[in-house]
């Protein structure tokens, strides 16, 4: 089963309107961590916004805000005011688990493309 | 420079080459990672790197060899490739190995676009 799950492929969006991306996500460990990273087409994965399992807000940064539901285990990214600059690939990530010398993987969902429209 | 380096950008390869994919970050960073990307695939890790030292070797084929002399600079080398090793591989730093990178995430080169022919 797939740990991360992001069932849009492809989404538009018009400039300055708001946008939301989903995820969804499936762990049995009680401490676990969500991010959303950006790719535009240069290739670099860029962080966005963080959101801890037992953090009780939601997570904000910016125009960036993190829709977090725990009991129905998602975590969706709401954009604001989107940007022409804000078309790239969008991707949800995961760390769960504790391994030797304390290391906690991330596993990452396969991605949004988002296209802003003028 | 800042951030995260990663050379070449571009690399086309015969099977029977072997070629070294070089990543170095100026972050003052302890964890570093190498990441393979395939187009419609989520990202998969390969390795993982604590203070120089090896944490994780996720079932990587020994055709992908990591190499890293100290917590600044990683090196992926690559020998024997296959077709299906064409890929964006992309490097990631982060203070250490915890937490995913926390409240920082982790933070990512440009990637390099390996090409195997």
């Known amino acids: 089963a797939q740990k991360i799950t992001q069932t849009q492929p492809g989404m538009f969006v018009q400039e300055k309107e708001a946008v939301t991306l989903d995820c969804t996500y499936d762990t049995s460990d009680p401490s676990y961590g969500l991010f959303w990273y950006k790719q535009p087409s240069s290739g670099e994965m860029i962080f966005l916004i963080y959101q801890g399992s037992y953090d009780q807000q939601n997570a904000t940064e910016g125009r960036y805000s993190l829709n977090f539901q725990k009991a129905r285990k998602s975590a969706n990214l709401v954009i604001s005011a989107s940007q022409l600059g804000d078309s790239a690939m969008y991707f949800c990530?995961?760390?769960?688990?504790?391994?030797?010398?304390?290391?906690?993987?991330?596993?990452f969902g396969t991605g949004t493309k988002l296209q802003v429209i003028p | 420079e800042t951030g995260v380096t990663q050379t070449p950008r571009h690399l086309v390869m015969g099977m029977t080459n072997k070629k070294s994919l070089k990543c170095e970050q100026h972050l003052g960073h302890n964890a570093m990672y190498w990441y393979k990307q395939s187009a419609k695939k989520p990202l998969e890790l390969m390795f993982v790197?604590?203070?120089?030292?090896?944490?994780e070797n996720n079932s990587v084929p020994s055709r992908f060899s990591p190499e890293c002399p100290n917590s600044s600079h990683l090196f992926l080398h690559l020998h024997t490739l296959q077709p299906e090793d064409s890929a964006l591989y992309l490097c990631?730093?982060?203070?250490?190995?915890?937490?995913?990178?926390?409240?920082?995430?982790?933070?990512f080169g440009s990637g390099t676009r390996l090409t195997v022919v």
């Open positions: 790197y604590s203070l120089e030292e090896r944490v």
């Open positions: 990530a995961m760390r769960e688990g504790v391994k030797a010398g304390g290391y906690q993987k991330v596993t």
């Open positions: 990631a730093s982060s203070q250490d190995v915890f937490l995913g990178g926390g409240a920082y995430g982790y933070t």
